[in-house]
């Protein structure tokens, strides 16, 4: 999760990756809070195909899956550039931080593993992508 989060905030360079955290700080927030947070403001990616498609290409995109006991830890990941051959059960590549840390698949067994069904594909856009793209919707 701090992972993620330092990576955001240096793509971003300002105070937009604070939407990814709980109201009371980066202390108070966990992946399944980070994980309701993407849904709440970035636009859906709709498969893991297409989210590796997209970092591929230089966007930052993100993998979360909530987990439905909140008592339990969720996960969040930033999917990296990759530009072998996709494998759906292996799914993106992700820079991956937690109890095991580096670059991996999302499908392992270190990273979302079973939970990679499961999961969700954002697309953190800055204030002023959201807005043009808000703009394109209407």
Do not use: C
């Given at each position: 999760?701090?992972?993620?989060?330092?990576?955001?905030?240096?793509?971003?360079?300002d105070?937009l990756v604070?939407?990814?955290?709980?109201?009371?700080?980066?202390?108070?927030?966990?992946?399944n809070?980070?994980?309701?947070?993407?849904?709440?403001?970035?636009p859906?990616?709709s498969?893991?195909?297409?989210?590796?498609a997209?970092?591929?290409?230089?966007?930052?995109?993100?993998?979360?899956?909530?987990n439905?006991?909140?008592?339990?830890?969720?996960?969040?990941?930033?999917?990296?550039?990759n530009?072998?051959?996709?494998?759906?059960?292996?799914?993106?590549?992700?820079?991956?931080?937690?109890?095991?840390?580096?670059?991996?698949?999302?499908?392992?067994?270190?990273?979302?593993?079973?939970?990679?069904?499961?999961?969700n594909?954002?697309w953190?856009l800055?204030?002023?992508?959201?807005?043009?793209?808000?703009?394109i919707?209407?």
């Amino acid at each position: 999760n701090v992972v993620s989060y330092r990576t955001d905030t240096a793509y971003f360079n300002d105070s937009l990756v604070t939407r990814m955290l709980d109201d009371r700080g980066i202390g108070n927030t966990n992946a399944n809070k980070m994980g309701e947070n993407l849904k709440k403001f970035y636009p859906s990616i709709s498969a893991g195909w297409v989210a590796q498609a997209m970092a591929n290409m230089g966007f930052n995109t993100k993998i979360s899956y909530i987990n439905p006991d909140s008592n339990k830890p969720g996960h969040i990941a930033t999917v990296v550039a990759n530009y072998g051959t996709y494998i759906p059960a292996l799914g993106p590549l992700v820079a991956q931080g937690g109890a095991y840390n580096g670059i991996m698949y999302a499908g392992a067994g270190k990273s979302f593993g079973s939970t990679l069904n499961n999961s969700n594909y954002y697309w953190m856009l800055s204030d002023r992508q959201l807005d043009i793209l808000n703009r394109i919707k209407k």
